[in-house]
């Protein structure tokens, strides 16, 4: 595993698939603070204005740590049966016959899947199709798997939170 700083370049190349969920951040102060970035193989953890992303190819999402929390509150959710825990926790894919209940979300949002038992955050994956959509379905991949609890990006936050 490496620990680096991301340059400015770097950040300013990740910066629109963070803005999602930082807003309108106030690029210069981040920078000052620093933007660390923890790597494993082609997994990167980055740590910018005290919360963490996973990032990896095209996309970037909140790490599931405590310190996102208030990140992770603001995405659409998706609960799935205690059936559906082990597979989804383990890396799957989110299909709809484990699915119990659904936030209103679009094709492509970044949504968090649940337990429907402790409401315990599971993963952060992307909406292959929307909500409505979705509530039409018996079968199918819904949500595809991005990032979930005990996978590398996980078991790297784990040593240093």
């Known amino acids: ?14 910066l629109p698939r963070l803005r999602v969920f930082l807003g309108d ?25 005290g919360f963490f992303f996973v990032v990896g190819g095209e996309w970037a999402v909140p790490a599931l740590v405590e310190g996102n929390k ?5 995405l659409a ?3 799935v049966d205690m059936g559906a825990v082990p597979r989804v926790a383990s890396g799957a894919d989110v299909m709809r016959p484990g699915i119990v209940k659904m936030d209103v979300f679009q094709t492509g949002d970044v949504v968090l899947v649940r337990d429907v038992t402790h409401s ?4 952060v994956g992307e909406a292959l199709m ?7 379905l018996s079968k199918g991949r819904v949500v595809k798997n991005l990032h ?14």
């Not at 595993?1 to 990740?14: G, H, V, W, Y």
């Not at 951040?25 to 204005?49: A, I, P, T």
């Not at 929307?130 to 039409?136: H, K, L, Q, V």
């Open 1 to 14: 595993m490496k620990r680096r700083s991301l340059s400015s370049s770097e950040f300013e190349a990740l």
């Open 25 to 49: 951040v106030n690029v210069k102060k981040v920078l000052k603070r620093g933007v660390d970035v923890f790597e494993l193989g082609d997994v990167m953890v980055v740590s910018v204005g």
């Open 70 to 74: 208030s990140l992770l509150e603001r």
């Open 77 to 79: 959710s998706v609960w």
């Open 120 to 123: 315990k955050p599971l993963a």
């Open 130 to 136: 929307s909500s409505e959509e979705a509530s039409t």
């Open 148 to 161: 979930h609890v005990d996978d590398a990006a996980w078991r790297i936050l784990k040593q240093f939170l």
